[in-house]
Nanobody, 127 residues
Framework: VQLQAFGGGLVQPEGSLRLSCAAS????????IGWFRQAPGREREGVSC???????????YYTDSVKGRFTISRDNGKNTVYLQMNSLKSEDTAIYYC??????????????????WGKGTQFTVSS
């Protein structure tokens, strides 16, 4: 099982960025995929999750602070989950990680429900 997050960088406030999580080595379409983030000095926080076909098939979940700004989606043909982030704020600055949710987000945002993680990707919101 492998997951890898891509797409970090430097973005200006109110800008947009899309992160990708590429996965391999498991039945991607059946599993949920979640995004978490960790800012310096803070605990890892659940950002969003999208369920797989073994769950509610494409249902999405967001933490309150990103609702209306972030959109999670998946392309099962490419084994990839995307996180489109708009109206970015400085408080969104963090390392973003994607993880596999074998229970298809049913326990999200429980960090311990994720059984595999990819290396994170850092992005910074700053002018």
């Amino acid at each position: 099982v492998q997951l890898q997050a891509f797409g970090g960088g430097l973005v200006q406030p109110e800008g947009s960025l899309r992160l990708s999580c590429a996965a391999s080595g498991f039945a991607f379409d059946k599993n949920g995929i979640g995004w978490f983030r960790q800012a310096p000095g803070r605990e890892r926080e659940g950002v969003s999750c999208i369920s797989g076909s073994d769950g509610s098939d494409g249902s999405t979940y967001y933490t309150d602070s990103v609702k209306g700004r972030f959109t999670i989606s998946r392309d099962n043909g490419k084994n990839t989950v995307y996180l489109q982030m708009n109206s970015l704020k400085s408080e969104d600055t963090a390392i973003y990680y994607c993880g596999r949710s074998p229970d298809s987000c049913s326990k999200w945002p429980d960090y311990f429900e994720m059984d595999y993680w990819g290396k994170g990707t850092q992005f910074t919101v700053s002018s």
